[in-house]
């Protein structure tokens, strides 16, 4: 079953499996990462995960946990594949490196961090993602996702007769609507939409008085407004926060109390 919430590891460098194992033992269920040196550190991400069973804290079966395949342009010299390599066999490399970061022998989540060119779903991604499809079939994946996408990238996608993704995960600006356009097509083809940057991309929203009064009503933090909105609208958010008691704050939004109203409200704010 997929989290409520996901906890992202990327840029936390050698805190990684420490901060890991924090946010499982606070409540996270759901881990986000991606085998892209550059940002996340995979490996680490596994120690924490082997400190927290080694606990009992959690087993392998009650964690969600979600990796990427990352096209050499978005890597640095520390690459988990072949660069010389047919971009189908990169990927099998990719996701048999996941596997041993992480420890596991299967990745709940297999997300293409993203497409080749911004302009739309080219036949580089198509191979990348039919590779994708031949791990979940052979059991080492079980969800497609795609992440960094338009409306344009999906609606090729869907033209071109592939199956569609499970997720799609996407930075979220409020001022376009918190990606409305492509939160209704996920809608429509029931993809789960998971947002990140909620809190990064949008301190206009941190600060707005709507907000602010929404918090101070229900005794929450701004930031509890926003992934309550989050959730209100069907998103699975991302935190990526390196503080214990925005862990817990994170984990309690739920609990804020937000009508119909004020969600729409928030929902239009841009
Ligand atoms: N697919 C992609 O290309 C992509 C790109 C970027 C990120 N991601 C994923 O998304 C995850 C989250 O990244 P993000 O861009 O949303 O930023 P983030 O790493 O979650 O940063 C959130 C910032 O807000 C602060 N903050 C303040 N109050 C907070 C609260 N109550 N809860 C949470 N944060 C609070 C945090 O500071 P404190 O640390 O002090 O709390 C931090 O500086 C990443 O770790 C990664 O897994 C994916």
């Not at 010299?77 to 420890?103: F, I, N």
């Not at 990140?196 to 709507?210: G, Y």
């Amino acid at each position: 079953m997929t989290p409520d919430f996901l906890y992202g590891t990327a840029w936390k460098e050698n805190r990684t499996a420490a901060l890991t194992e924090l946010a499982i033992r606070t409540g996270f269920r759901g881990i986000d990462t991606a085998n892209q040196r550059r940002h996340y550190v995979e490996a680490g991400v596994g120690e924490g995960l082997k400190a927290a069973y080694r606990a009992g804290v959690v087993s392998r079966e009650e964690l969600f946990l979600q990796t990427k395949f990352t096209y050499q342009a978005g890597q640095d010299h520390r690459l988990p594949y072949d660069p010389e390599a047919a971009l189908s066999a990169q990927v099998a490399q990719s996701v048999k490196s996941s596997l041993e970061h992480l420890g596991t022998d299967y990745i709940d989540s297999y997300v293409l961090h993203g497409p080749a060119s911004g302009r739309g779903w080219t036949d580089y991604d198509a191979e990348v993602w039919a590779a994708m499809a031949r791990e979940r079939d052979a059991g080492r994946v079980r969800l497609l996702g795609v992440s960094n996408v338009s409306l344009r990238h999906l609606e090729d996608l869907a033209t071109s007769g592939a199956e569609m993704p499970a997720f799609v995960q996407n930075r979220c600006f409020a001022r376009t609507g918190w990606d409305h356009s492509v939160r209704a097509f996920c809608a429509r083809q029931q993809i789960r939409y998971q947002g990140f940057s909620l809190l990064t991309a949008n301190p206009e929203v941190l600060h707005h008085p709507l907000v602010a009064d929404i918090a101070a009503r229900s005794h929450a933090t701004p930031a509890q407004v926003v992934f309550r909105f989050a959730l209100a609208v069907r998103m699975l958010p991302l935190t990526g926060t390196t503080d214990a008691e925005h862990m817990r704050q994170d984990l309690v939004s739920p609990a804020v109390t937000l009508s119909s109203d004020e969600a729409r409200a928030i929902e239009s704010l841009a």
